[in-house]
């Protein structure tokens, strides 16, 4: 097996470039190499590189040829690290200051409750009376006003406004948005009121965009034209024109439990109706062609790559469809210039020149399910669908469409798991559905927009499209109702992750070679995957932790051990201040079923916890929550040692008050205090060399 891998490996020259390159962009993703040498290290490498080339030229030194592979991985492994370096944000010089400054709109702006969010490029700010030039990316949110409604991708803008640090609540396993911005460059946020901004020009950002954006719009309005309005309108904008963000809750959510939500991200798989589409009608171009030359085919080609990249442009030039668009131009061009084309090659070729663009897309999520499904379907839908002979077309279509949603969900089943946790347990009949129905939408859609002035034919793909979108939402939402529609809150961790693709390479050795060892092999990884997850419930059951998270304004403790306790007030039960603050941190110690005690709960006895007033203990270890002055208000001979003091709402305390009646090892400051409570408290604790935690900059956890 390993010897017939090699040799493929041998014929995907690109595949065997890009694994070292993806290597060296994760080690400096996770590591952050200070590149202040490295460069001239690639530079020595590459030097090294070609010395040995033209050294091992003769017959003797053949075997020693080895040597200059291994520099030239070494040296993708530089070039992978160097271009996160440089593609890194930088940190804003002016934090927390109020500043004149001017920036450029870099997105079309998107309505949120209460402002109006969009990203902008700075471009000169003001600070004692000196300009200070700059390039820093920011997020901008603008207090609601009609005037801000009319503001457009590449208008400049001068605005006063303090600008801030992204912070990241610190949360265990929570979504870490201030990390995910700056892997899009951006590293600072601010907030401008009414009065204090004002546009000054137009147009001054890429031409491109700003006409893709334009032209999203008028198109937008075609849709409205015609009567297609609210989540109908909402729906088929997601499908032709990549644009979410009018798309409801409750319909997002139906599509994710169905197993659709792929249906409404613009990606490959639209990018292939439109591929496939084309295909069929231009495959006369194929039998023009004379003795020496197949023209044909070559102007086929052109016209096939063109129009993917026009349906990129028109979708506002997403990185999905872009990414998607590159990968069939790749694929188009090696089957007109070769008609033997390996795919795996193509996909390398793609996904190589995106990330030398931007190699922080190899966090990206739809990034990794694109790449993922494309392998997988390339690999197992053949091998699928061979496992049946049909001879009926209709069963054999369904039995084909079928076998491509089993062989995607392969590839991405790990990856949804592990960023979702969430399993559409009808995953297979929502694509029978909604894939041809998301196949004539984008047709009627281009109809539609194609005879926008021609009447009746217009009238008539206008009246199709609702009724394929009303078909559309129906069986989505009709799917989403069946019971056991879906596996919600999955606990499924990086160590799941891995050795859950480690599983499915081994099942496409197996398909592959038909080897009876690569299913031992498969098995011997099940077993150490099962003992992992035993070992770690095993730990997690004798080592309790505590944590204290950060939620605004908001006393929130969890003890998880062979329970999980959580004590608060009712209003962390609120299902978004769950989802996103500590279920992800549930999931992870797979505790899902929690048992909730209110904080001001007098009396609570169990094994694993134990509350008497405001003292708690859990295990040996003690607690206190300070949240009234009057808790101090007392004398003692003696000081009462407490391991761990929790100081909420704010009471009106000197830190020393405390230190008179109690020793700690710590004194924590909940999310419930105030801002300037937290800043004087702060001082006096470094004052009195007090080791303290403040939530506010991240939870708080402990094993005990």
């Known amino acids: 097996m390993f010897l017939s891998f090699i040799q493929f490996i041998k014929q995907l020259p690109f595949v065997r470039l890009i694994i070292p390159f993806i290597l060296g962009i994760i080690l400096q993703i996770f590591f952050e190499y200070n590149f202040n040498y490295h460069s001239i290290i690639a530079v020595v490498l590459l030097l090294l590189l070609l010395l040995t080339e033209f050294n091992l030229k003769d017959s003797l030194s053949f075997q020693y040829r080895f040597i200059s592979g291994i520099l030239l991985n070494i040296l993708l492994v530089v070039l992978g690290s160097w271009l996160v370096f440089v593609n890194s944000a930088n940190f804003f010089k002016n934090y927390n200051e109020e500043l004149v400054s001017e920036a450029i709109i870099m997105e079309p702006l998107v309505e949120k409750i209460n402002s109006y969010k969009t990203f902008a490029e700075i471009k000169r700010y003001y600070v004692n009376n000196s300009v200070v030039i700059s390039d820093d990316k920011i997020v901008i949110y603008f207090e609601k006003d009609i005037s801000v409604k009319k503001l457009n991708y590449g208008d400049k803008i001068i605005f006063k406004s303090k600008i801030n640090r992204i912070k990241n609540s610190g949360n265990p396993y929570e979504f870490n948005y201030k990390e995910f911005l700056f892997r899009k460059g951006i590293c600072a946020q601010t907030y401008i009121k009414r009065a204090n901004w004002k546009k000054i020009s137009e147009d001054n950002a890429s031409f491109i965009y700003s006409f893709s954006y334009k032209l999203r719009e008028n198109l937008a309005d075609v849709y409205k034209r015609y009567g297609i309005d609210n989540q109908q309108f909402a729906i088929l904008q997601a499908l032709t024109l990549g644009n979410k963000s009018e798309i409801e809750e409750d319909t997002r959510h139906a599509f994710v439990v169905s197993g659709a939500m792929h249906i409404l991200a613009v990606s490959g798989l639209h990018v292939g109706i439109i591929y496939f589409m084309l295909n069929f009608f231009l495959k006369f171009l194929d039998k023009f062609k004379n003795d020496k030359f197949n023209y044909g085919k070559y102007i086929k080609a052109f016209i096939l790559i063109a129009f993917l990249w026009v349906f990129a442009f028109v979708s506002g030039l997403s990185p999905s469809v872009s990414r998607a668009a590159l990968m069939f131009t790749f694929v188009i061009f090696g089957k ?53 002979v049909i001879k009926n077309k209709i069963l054999y279509y369904i039995w084909s469409l079928t076998a491509v949603s089993i062989a995607a969900q392969i590839g991405t089943v790990s990856i949804s798991l592990y960023y979702f946790h969430v399993f559409p347990n009808y995953f297979i009949l929502t694509n ?21 002035t021609i009447p009746y034919l217009s009238d008539f ?73 035993t070992s770690r419930k095993v730990y997690t059951k004798l080592n309790n932790q505590v944590f204290v998270y950060n939620i605004k304004d908001v006393s929130t403790i969890n003890v998880i051990g062979d329970k999980n306790i959580l004590l608060a007030d009712s209003s962390v039960l609120n299902s978004d201040i769950k989802k996103y603050n500590f279920l992800n941190n549930w999931m992870h110690f797979n505790k899902k079923e929690y048992e909730f005690i209110h904080i001001n709960t007098s009396n609570y006895n169990s094994q694993l916890f134990n509350k008497k007033g405001n003292y708690f203990k859990v295990n040996s270890k003690t607690f206190l929550i300070i949240n009234s002055e009057k808790q101090v208000e007392f004398l003692s001979e003696k000081k009462l040692f407490i391991d761990y003091i929790i100081i909420s709402n704010s009471p009106r305390i000197k830190i020393n008050k405390i230190l008179n009646l109690y020793k700690s090892k710590i004194l924590i400051f909940d999310s419930s205090n105030d801002f300037y409570s937290i800043e004087n408290w702060k001082a006096e604790c470094k004052n009195l060399k007090q080791d303290c935690c403040f939530v506010i900059d991240g939870a708080f956890s402990k094993y005990l």
Request: charged share 5%; proline share 3%; glycine share 2%.
């Open 461 to 533: 793909f206008a009246f199709a499209l609702k009724k394929l979108i009303f078909a559309l939402n129906y069986s989505v939402n009709n799917i989403e109702a069946l019971p056991f529609s879906n596996f919600e809150n999955v606990s499924f961790n990086f160590s799941d992750l891995i050795f859950s693709i480690l599983v499915i390479i081994m099942i496409a050795f197996y398909f592959h070679y038909k080897q009876t060892k690569d299913l031992l092999i498969t098995l011997f990884i099940v077993l150490l995957w099962l003992g992992f997850n």
């Open 336 to 388: 007109t210039v070769n008609s033997i084309v390996n795919i795996y090659n193509s996909l390398a070729i793609s996904a190589f020149i995106l990330l030398l663009i931007d190699p922080y897309k190899i966090t990206n999520v739809g990034f990794q399910l694109s790449y993922f499904a494309v392998i997988a379907i390339v690999h197992f839908h053949p091998k699928i669908i061979n496992l049946f």
């Open 432 to 452: 029978i559905l909604v894939i041809p129905l998301a196949t004539a939408i984008i047709y009627s859609a281009t109809g539609l927009l194609l005879t926008s």
